[in-house]
């Protein structure tokens, strides 16, 4: 089903960037559109989720850690022109945040040559799945018949909601790639000490809390997510991971157990953008505020 037909008069599309981490059974399921963050490396260049896996990334560590950016002014106009083609009049595009990325402000200036397409551009204010939970609520608003204008009322509104908390095993893939934001770069090594980190309300990476050694850290980023969760009569769920299989699948076990009426929670590997700057080892909780049950 494509979020196209709203009271069978309006046509939206919906389009994110790679870093969203939408699954992709979600954004199949929707009809969605993506735009791809690119991923550099001395001997070529290579589009997130297209020409690269997270596997590939995580196997060539050892030789080169790549650089990213975001996706180009073309890739983004070629987007837009494809939705035109199909017969849209309106777009949602959910974007990771602008205090991480400039994709929010490019899409802003290319979404000026497309007069013809209502645009609007959600800063989700956040990475990943925390980003991603936006795009999947205006599918769910969509497919419910709420109007472009109200589904993005209730999506900006709800920004503000949403939060992922991660930890990494080691800071030194964000201190690389600049994207270190307010956490400490130096901090725990000798301690051991790892942060707990999610963006703040302008969208940048700060430290939430801190524990000594991984299973601390995991155990005090569930009570991050939960404290935040339990605000909330219901709310979405998600556990990401970086090559962190099965200490994925331990947390989602124990999710379910603190909150029994969560009937899905959203589960996956993150993106090979994600990947170049966190490092194997990355554990991601996202809560979101529910305002669409089911």
């Not at 735009?35 to 001997?43: A, E, K, Q, R, V």
């Not at 777009?91 to 000026?112: D, E, F, P, R, Y």
């Not at 645009?119 to 799945?129: A, R, Y």
């Amino acid at each position: 089903m494509n979020c196209q037909m709203i009271n069978g008069t309006e046509k939206v599309a919906i389009l994110v960037d790679s870093g969203t981490d939408v699954p992709v059974e979600i954004q199949k399921k929707y009809g969605m559109y993506q735009i791809s963050l690119c991923i550099h490396y001395t001997d070529g260049d290579y589009l997130d989720g297209v020409d690269i896996t997270p596997r590939e990334v995580y196997d060539r560590f050892a030789t080169e850690i790549p650089k990213t950016s975001l996706p180009t002014m073309e890739a983004i106009q070629e987007k837009f022109a494809r939705i035109q083609a199909d017969g849209y009049e309106k777009v949602i595009v959910v974007t990771i945040s602008s205090g991480l990325s400039g994709t929010c402000q490019v899409v802003h200036l290319v979404a000026q040559d497309f007069p013809d397409l209502q645009i609007h551009v959600v800063d989700t204010k956040n990475i990943g799945i925390g980003a991603g939970f936006s795009a999947i609520l205006a599918a769910q608003l969509l497919e419910r018949g709420n109007t472009f204008e109200k589904t993005i009322e209730l999506i900006e509104g709800n920004v503000a909601h949403t939060k992922v908390f991660f930890c990494v095993d080691t800071l030194e893939y964000l201190r690389k790639g600049g994207r270190i934001g307010l956490v400490a770069g130096a901090l725990g090594t000798v301690l051991n000490l790892k942060p707990i980190i999610s963006c703040n309300a302008e969208g940048i990476y700060y430290t939430v809390a801190k524990a000594r050694g991984r299973a601390n850290s995991l155990k005090k980023a569930i009570e991050q997510a939960t404290a935040f969760a339990r605000q909330y009569k219901s709310c979405h769920l998600a556990v990401v991971n970086g090559d962190a299989v099965g200490e994925a699948a331990e947390i989602t076990k124990s999710m379910h157990g603190l909150f029994p009426e969560v009937t899905h929670i959203f589960e996956g590997q993150i993106s090979p953008a994600l990947v170049v700057h966190t490092g194997p080892g990355l554990i991601g909780i996202g809560v979101q505020r529910s305002l669409v049950e089911g």
